[in-house]
């Protein structure tokens, strides 16, 4: 993966709004808060349900989930390591360019690996991101199982899932922790609380 365009010919072009003119017109700050965690864990119920009371109170915002984005953006990646890699890098563009046009953007991908997730943080200016690590149990996440994911991962059906065949770096210092097998009312009231908006 380049670190750098390809095209030689392109120069970045700077508009006329600020980050400042966007938070007075949508009347709030913009983010990315990054739902970490294990398949299973509640991630997309978790960021679903924060959009849900985000947007009752007025903030614009809006969730990119795994799965959904595997539909259409990254429906060319698989789940080797190099894909995985290549999914996070392109999702957390796109989140900068939610971010900045003045949107609280909350993501939902177990995204396994701490420098993808680092390299996302680097993106963004300061408090700009927001790691949620949906700190579940395994063995609640592999409970719940509604994918039917993980009987398959042990049965050796699905190679490289995170968690039983392939890696899962837990974040060591998010800004958020929560645990779903706790009700989702108290993560959302929590996440809330934390992200002061």
Same mark, same amino acid.
């Given at each position: ?6 095209? #030689? ?19 709030? @700050?913009?983010? !990315? ?5 294990? @398949?299973?864990?509640?991630? @997309? !119920? ?33 789940? @080797? ?6 999914? %996070?890098? #392109? ?18 991908? %177990? ?26 149990? %395994?063995?609640?996440?592999?409970? #719940? ?17 995170s968690g039983i065949s392939a890696p899962y770096e837990a974040p060591t210092t998010p800004e958020i922790r929560v645990d779903t097998s706790r009700p989702i009312d108290e993560c959302v009231t929590h996440i809330l609380e934390q992200l002061?908006?």
């Amino acid at each position: 993966m380049a670190d750098t365009p390809v095209s #030689r010919n392109i120069v970045r072009a700077d508009g006329h709004v600020s980050g400042d003119d966007r938070a007075a017109l949508y009347g709030h @700050s913009s983010r !990315t808060v990054w739902f970490t965690g294990l @398949s299973g864990s509640g991630k @997309s !119920t978790l960021a679903f349900a924060v959009e849900r009371a985000l947007v009752d109170k007025g903030v614009a915002c809006y969730v990119l989930d795994g799965d959904n984005v595997r539909f259409g953006l990254n429906r060319d990646l698989g789940f @080797s390591p190099e894909d995985r890699t290549e999914n %996070i890098r #392109r999702i957390g563009e796109v989140c900068r360019l939610f971010q900045d046009a003045g949107l609280v953007v909350l993501t939902a991908f %177990i995204s396994p690996y701490q420098t993808d997730r680092d390299q996302v943080r680097a993106l963004h200016g300061p408090g700009q991101f927001v790691e949620v690590f949906v700190d579940t149990p %395994i063995e609640v996440c592999e409970a #719940r199982d509604v994918k039917g994911l993980y009987a398959k991962a042990r049965a050796g059906d699905i190679p490289e899932f995170s968690g039983i065949s392939a890696p899962y770096e837990a974040p060591t210092t998010p800004e958020i922790r929560v645990d779903t097998s706790r009700p989702i009312d108290e993560c959302v009231t929590h996440i809330l609380e934390q992200l002061g908006l």
